[in-house]
């Protein structure tokens, strides 16, 4: 299991019946989580003192109950691998479709991992700056650790909204004026026309959906599309890659799935290691670790 425990604007404060209830800065949000299927007390006071409440409908989806949150928030995230004095990451949040707010808490444990490749890589030469794609790249959690330390990264969304989303985000994290291409376009289509053009990038990063659909209605099954797509990614790392990595939140892709597929697309061509695991969230109340999907990294020689 890989764990995000370093947050300290972060908390899973309790999980039960269905549901977490989360600390987000200052407020608390209770939401809908699949993996809590047990039912045990709630002795955390936070269940009837929340700030908002998701609650999921019969026939799918739901909608959020109010009680005391503002539109919206933010709160900051220090990467490890950074002096303490160097400026946190900030993640504007605010409640929107399906529960979500703009980040996914547990991927802090991926930053941690591929920041300090970033960092270990420019300590051993400070001129060659590593180039980072980050596709499906959503509000820029990962674009925004990757810049910060140290990389130039290519943020591609299908979402416009999501990209200047990203790029607010970047802008309250003082990288405003960190090389990073800011790209609303089809991950596919836009892959394949970097393989044309040549190009070549020192790490990838991919959170793809489990169904999606890009800005001209293509459609997107992860399930079907998955594999193909990472074999013609693989083919933009450069000779010295530092690493891939591969989200999963699909029932379906366990970790060892995750690890096959970089080991046959990645580690047959190019030289490292291959390895995928859970990605958890501590819950403060119970001490258990929460799931939340699972990732596939593979990290060069």
């Given at each position: 299991?890989?764990?995000?425990?370093?947050?300290?604007?972060?908390?899973?404060?309790?999980?039960?019946?269905?549901?977490?209830?989360?600390?987000?800065?200052?407020?608390?949000?209770?939401?809908?989580?699949?993996?809590?299927?047990?039912?045990?007390?709630?002795?955390?006071?936070?269940?009837?003192?929340?700030?908002a409440h998701y609650h999921r409908s019969a026939g799918g989806g739901g909608?959020?109950?109010?009680?005391?949150?503002?539109?919206?928030?933010?709160?900051?995230?220090?990467?490890?691998?950074?002096?303490?004095?160097?400026?946190?990451?900030?993640?504007?949040?605010?409640?929107?479709?399906?529960?979500?707010?703009?980040?996914?808490p547990e991927q802090a444990a991926n930053?941690?991992?591929?920041?300090?490749?970033?960092?270990?890589?420019?300590?051993?030469?400070?001129?060659?700056?590593?180039?980072?794609?980050?596709?499906?790249?959503?509000?820029?959690?990962?674009?925004?650790?990757?810049?910060?330390?140290?990389?130039?990264?290519?943020?591609?969304?299908?979402?416009?909204?999501?990209?200047?989303?990203?790029?607010?985000?970047?802008?309250?994290?003082?990288?405003?004026?960190?090389?990073?291409?800011?790209?609303?376009?089809?991950?596919?289509?836009?892959?394949?026309?970097?393989?044309?053009?040549?190009?070549?990038?020192?790490?990838?990063?991919?959170?793809?959906?489990?169904?999606?659909?890009?800005?001209?209605?293509?459609?997107?099954?992860?399930?079907?599309?998955?594999?193909?797509?990472?074999?013609?990614?693989?083919?933009?790392?450069?000779?010295?890659?530092?690493?891939?990595?591969?989200?999963?939140?699909?029932?379906?892709?366990?970790?060892?799935?995750?690890?096959?597929?970089?080991?046959?697309?990645?580690?047959?061509?190019?030289?490292?290691?291959?390895?995928?695991?859970?990605?958890?969230?501590?819950?403060?109340?119970?001490?258990?670790?929460?799931?939340?999907?699972?990732?596939?990294?593979?990290?060069?020689?």
């Amino acid at each position: 299991m890989w764990i995000a425990d370093n947050w300290k604007d972060y908390e899973v404060l309790d999980a039960s019946g269905g549901e977490k209830l989360e600390r987000w800065g200052n407020y608390l949000l209770v939401r809908p989580d699949p993996q809590v299927i047990w039912n045990t007390p709630r002795r955390h006071k936070g269940w009837t003192h929340r700030n908002a409440h998701y609650h999921r409908s019969a026939g799918g989806g739901g909608e959020w109950e109010f009680f005391d949150l503002p539109g919206e928030w933010s709160i900051s995230y220090s990467l490890p691998c950074l002096p303490a004095q160097a400026r946190p990451l900030a993640f504007r949040l605010k409640p929107f479709s399906f529960k979500h707010t703009g980040l996914f808490p547990e991927q802090a444990a991926n930053w941690n991992w591929f920041s300090g490749l970033i960092r270990d890589s420019l300590r051993r030469n400070p001129a060659g700056q590593p180039k980072i794609l980050n596709l499906f790249a959503y509000t820029g959690g990962a674009t925004l650790a990757a810049a910060a330390a140290g990389a130039a990264v290519t943020h591609v969304d299908a979402s416009k909204g999501m990209v200047s989303w990203a790029k607010e985000n970047a802008a309250v994290s003082g990288l405003a004026d960190a090389p990073i291409r800011w790209l609303v376009d089809d991950c596919v289509k836009f892959v394949e026309r970097e393989i044309r053009r040549g190009s070549r990038y020192d790490g990838i990063i991919m959170d793809p959906p489990s169904y999606g659909r890009g800005p001209k209605g293509e459609i997107w099954k992860i399930e079907e599309h998955i594999w193909p797509f990472l074999e013609k990614t693989t083919r933009l790392l450069s000779d010295n890659a530092l690493f891939f990595l591969i989200n999963s939140y699909t029932t379906g892709l366990q970790p060892a799935v995750l690890s096959y597929l970089l080991g046959e697309a990645v580690a047959k061509h190019i030289p490292g290691h291959t390895e995928a695991a859970e990605l958890c969230l501590p819950v403060s109340e119970s001490g258990l670790l929460l799931p939340c999907g699972a990732a596939g990294r593979w990290r060069g020689n």
